[in-house]
């Protein structure tokens, strides 16, 4: 009697898992049944371009419209806490990068925890570019560096937010022992507009979004903020061949409202991966200095936490003031 009771409730639970299975599946297949909003932290031109070009063929693939929404400010809080809070249905995609992992460093209040929201997917690493203004009586880190202990707390520099791309310059700084201005912006093509408007000296930012004004002459870069020199501009030197240890991997991905249905993440995630990696895509996006690399929603997760620890420690060394 008793190991029929026990089949029973195996039998039971095996059912539940079958329906609980099949539930999940029945949702991937239905999904979308509205328009995907994918909701980007920045301002439009501030390094939309992946995303003007991959929506079009996620709409093929997915039979809906697919709508780009801008949320910039406060380093991807105001973007990211707008996603948390969306109906978790798949239907509202939102982008996300290195920030989420070092947001803490900066701001002592933010409205969402890694509990709030689950990784999709990682998109593209970002190339980083230092540019400046053509008149700037430098071309090249070690001039740079020359310059600004020459004139200590002269020369301004400006980023799209906070995040990956002000600690990454921070370290730089730290590590060439000069003094220069932040200038916070909302989004990287209002800091660029400053620059070619003379009232900002330099700007730290995704190649993408500075490449066709450096190739317009309208400003000139300096140098490549990741571990390699950029391709098309093989002249200009990275910065970690003067200070090595020194530079930047933003990425951007792809992350959802926590309780959408692990099967809807996956099918985000595999028909994202797809068309990134379409042969003509991948081309236009090295071309921009964006550099496919995709993961599973697991995988993103774990690397949002585990980078939490790593730009604390990052934090420490360099001795970041502390989060306001």
């Not at 990784?119 to 560096?145: C, K």
Request: net charge positive; charged share 20%; aromatic share 8%.
């Amino acid at each position: 009697m008793i190991v029929i009771k026990k089949l029973g409730a195996l039998c039971a639970c095996m059912s539940l898992g079958a329906a609980a299975l099949s539930s999940g599946t029945a949702a991937a297949q239905d999904w979308p049944k509205a328009p995907v909003r994918i909701v980007l932290p920045f301002t439009p031109a501030g390094g939309d371009q992946l995303f003007r070009i991959i929506a079009p063929r996620l709409q093929e693939k997915w039979k809906q419209p697919v709508v780009i929404e801008y949320k910039p400010g406060a380093s991807n809080i105001v973007a990211t806490d707008y996603v948390v809070k969306a109906k978790p249905d798949g239907h509202t995609i939102g982008v996300t990068g290195a920030t989420v992992a070092n947001n803490p460093l900066f701001y002592k209040s933010i409205p969402y925890t890694y509990d709030d929201f689950s990784g999709i997917t990682r998109l593209v690493n970002l190339e980083m570019a230092l540019v400046a203004r053509n008149d700037s009586p430098f071309n090249t880190i070690p001039e740079l560096v020359a310059y600004a202990k020459a004139n200590p707390g002269k020369l301004n520099w400006g980023t799209g937010g906070l995040g990956a791309t002000y600690a990454g310059f921070r370290q730089f700084m730290y590590a060439a022992d000069i003094d220069m201005v932040h200038v916070n912006f909302a989004g990287w093509s209002q800091a660029l507009s400053e620059l070619m408007g003379g009232r900002l000296d330099l700007v730290i930012n995704p190649h993408d979004s500075s490449v066709q004004f450096v190739k317009a002459r309208k400003m000139k870069m300096v140098a490549s903020f990741g571990p390699k020199r950029i391709a098309g501009f093989e002249q200009v030197a990275a910065v970690n061949e003067s200070y090595p240890g020194v530079d930047i991997v933003p990425y951007f991905a792809f992350i959802a409202p926590k309780g959408v249905p692990a099967t809807i993440l996956k099918k985000i995630q595999v028909d994202t991966a797809q068309v990134l990696n379409e042969p003509a895509v991948k081309q236009q996006l090295t071309e921009l200095g964006l550099h496919v690399a995709t993961s599973t929603p697991e995988e993103t997760d774990r690397a949002f936490r585990a980078e939490t620890q790593q730009w604390a420690e990052i934090g420490r060394r360099i001795k970041l003031p502390p989060p306001q």
